[in-house]
């Protein structure tokens, strides 16, 4: 239709200045194997359904070399998906560090958050650390994280 309206106006602007984009032989080509590997990929995953109902149906047994090969691929696949389990296990373990790495940084009188190393708010002065109790190095008991001589044995508590 717009061919038939615009035909002779498209002529002209051909002639002016060369092809319209749609008509550019690179554009064509790129936009026909688009569209052929759209289809493509659609009859993948066609015959992966019907390959699927027919295992269901017949078995695995029933393929030959193809059925071996798909056992083969099904048992690599537990193993990689331990490894999956377990990368993703490494990762969390890794993110919750670093909260917690952040949490003990960050000064809970006045938030703010420390860089790595720093024992004592560079803001305010109050001593970091996550754990609000310590245990003094000479009997063992435990003390808070402020005072200054253990409250069991008179042990001198370092900062
Ligand atoms: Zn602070
Ligand atoms: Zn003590």
């Given at each position: 239709?717009?061919?038939?309206?615009?035909?002779?106006?498209?002529?002209l602007?051909?002639?002016?200045?060369?092809?319209?984009?749609q008509e550019?032989?690179?554009?064509k080509?790129?936009?026909?194997q688009?569209?052929?590997g759209?289809?493509?990929?659609?009859?993948?995953?066609?015959?992966?359904?019907?390959?699927?109902?027919?295992i269901?149906?017949?078995?695995?047994?029933?393929?030959?070399?193809?059925?071996?090969k798909?056992?083969?691929?099904?048992?690599n696949m537990?193993e990689?998906k331990?490894?999956l389990n377990?990368?993703?296990?490494?990762?969390?373990?890794?993110d919750?560090k670093?909260?917690q790495?952040?949490?003990c940084r960050?000064?809970?009188?006045?938030?703010?958050?420390?860089?790595?190393?720093v024992?004592f708010?560079?803001?305010?002065?109050?001593?970091?650390?996550?754990?609000?109790?310590?245990f003094?190095?000479?009997?063992?008991?435990?003390?808070?994280v402020n005072?200054?001589?253990?409250g069991?044995?008179?042990?001198r508590?370092?900062?």
């Amino acid at each position: 239709m717009g061919n038939d309206l615009f035909g002779g106006l498209g002529g002209l602007v051909k002639g002016l200045s060369g092809l319209m984009p749609q008509e550019d032989p690179g554009v064509k080509l790129f936009k026909a194997q688009a569209e052929y590997g759209e289809l493509e990929k659609k009859e993948e995953q066609q015959l992966a359904q019907i390959g699927r109902m027919a295992i269901e149906k017949y078995g695995i047994g029933e393929w030959g070399e193809a059925g071996e090969k798909l056992c083969l691929t099904r048992r690599n696949m537990e193993e990689a998906k331990k490894q999956l389990n377990h990368a993703e296990n490494e990762n969390q373990e890794a993110d919750e560090k670093k909260r917690q790495s952040e949490e003990c940084r960050t000064c809970r009188e006045c938030g703010m958050l420390n860089p790595e190393g720093v024992k004592f708010c560079q803001e305010c002065g109050t001593k970091l650390g996550a754990r609000e109790k310590r245990f003094c190095p000479e009997c063992g008991a435990e003390v808070d994280v402020n005072v200054r001589f253990c409250g069991e044995c008179g042990h001198r508590m370092e900062d």
